[in-house]
């Protein structure tokens, strides 16, 4: 399955089905009088969540949705059928901004399971002539059309919902660990961004299989991804959507002089990015120490003891270290508040009148699906 995170859609509710002009002609029945009925409503659009959905792939494929109109009223005070309502499934995590002339503004965040929610209502039908009879005007021949269905341009915004976060440089040994942990078989090769898309594993409690922790491997981030260097602006949208972050730093990649620089680097960014996301919980990591001597290893554990710092030492590869860094992780998501779990889009006064920035069409022909790696969630145990 291609891996889509970002698709514009338009969508149309139905339009109200006018309401009829009838009278009642019965033999013995003179001036019976108006009878008709009222239009049906329009469909609704509607949007829910879908635990099979994990891109929106199907969004670049099929791009305009439109509900049903509701059918016009018949005479003897029938009235027009209801149109059916258009139900467009999202993944979880989805956010959907509506389009307009002066900017974009959220109007929903699929962030919850079984959430639904109808975003562009349905027309009402017309009144048919039965409901202006009066005393002065016995025989109305009017009736009301039917009201247009609402209709929306959005773009559709896909930020993938994880318990930790693994972040790092690039070649950081981040897609063998999720493969060390998890069932998940993301593309590993010795050189910088291999990973081009977000991986998700799920690594399961031995002792209960329905302890769950879904990990997102992030693609490595560099000296300015918030500014979009790199492949970090566009995947660092995902970090605001786990609960905390595993922060990995290669052995390959510390200075004696500065050891900790990858860390603070990669903290900058993601500062920059979003400030909150400097405060996430985190736990430090050291991959790749099979390829330092006991004595390099050792100096390097007493600096981190020095400076206060709680690190982990591993080799992913070689699996040393993996089982007290899990344990680790398990106790940090189990102790962290189910409140205030997720960043909304960039700030809170952002809620509803999200990225100002004016809306620049976007051509048919510039998804190449080729460009998207595969994405791949996996259930079962390691």
């Known amino acids: 399955m291609r891996f889509v ?9 139905g339009k109200g089905g006018a309401g009829c002009v009838s009278f009642r002609r019965e033999k013995f029945i003179p001036r019976g009088g108006p009878n008709g009925g009222d239009g049906g409503a329009g469909g609704n659009v509607i949007v829910k969540t879908s635990a099979r959905l994990l891109s929106l792939y199907d969004f670049r494929l099929k791009r305009r ?14 009235h027009g059928r209801n149109g059916n309502d258009v139900i467009l499934e999202l993944p979880l995590g989805t956010l959907i901004y509506e389009i307009t002339p002066e900017g974009e503004r959220l109007i929903a965040d699929l962030n919850t399971p079984d959430f639904c929610e109808v975003i562009a209502r349905g027309g009402q039908g017309g009144k048919g002539n039965e409901h202006f009879k009066s005393s002065t005007m016995q025989a109305p021949r009017f009736a009301q059309p039917g009201e247009p269905g609402e209709e929306l341009t959005l773009r559709l915004e896909l930020k993938i919902l994880a318990d930790a976060g693994l972040l790092g440089l690039p070649n950081a040994g981040k897609s063998t660990f999720i493969s060390k942990v998890s069932a998940a078989r993301p593309r590993i090769a010795p050189y910088p961004f291999t990973t081009l898309s977000p991986n998700l594993g799920v690594m399961l409690d031995d002792d209960d299989y329905e302890h769950r922790l879904v990990i997102a491997d992030i693609p490595g981030l560099i000296e300015g991804a918030h500014a979009g260097q790199g492949l970090g602006h566009r995947f660092l949208k995902h970090v605001e959507r786990t609960r905390f972050l595993v922060h990995i730093l290669s052995a390959e990649d510390i200075n004696p002089d500065d050891p900790w620089a990858g860390f603070r680097l990669i903290n900058e960014e993601l500062a920059l990015f979003e400030p909150r996301l400097a405060q996430r919980s985190q736990i430090e990591v050291v991959n790749k120490i099979d390829l330092l001597d006991e004595e390099s290893l050792e100096v390097l554990k007493e600096r981190a003891r020095a400076d206060g710092r709680k690190i982990f030492f591993i080799s992913a590869l070689q699996e040393e270290g993996l089982e007290e860094l899990k344990q680790a992780m398990w106790e940090l998501n189990d102790n962290l508040p189910q409140s205030d779990v997720f960043i909304t889009p960039r700030s809170a006064e952002d809620l509803f009148a999200a990225a100002s920035r004016p809306h620049e069409a976007e051509e048919e022909d510039d998804f190449d699906e080729d460009d998207y790696s595969d994405i791949e969630v996996i259930w079962t145990k390691e």
């Open 5 to 13: 995170d970002e698709a514009h859609i338009s969508v149309k509710a």
């Open 65 to 78: 949705y439109e509900a049903e109109n509701g059918q016009p009223g018949q005479g003897s005070q029938m």
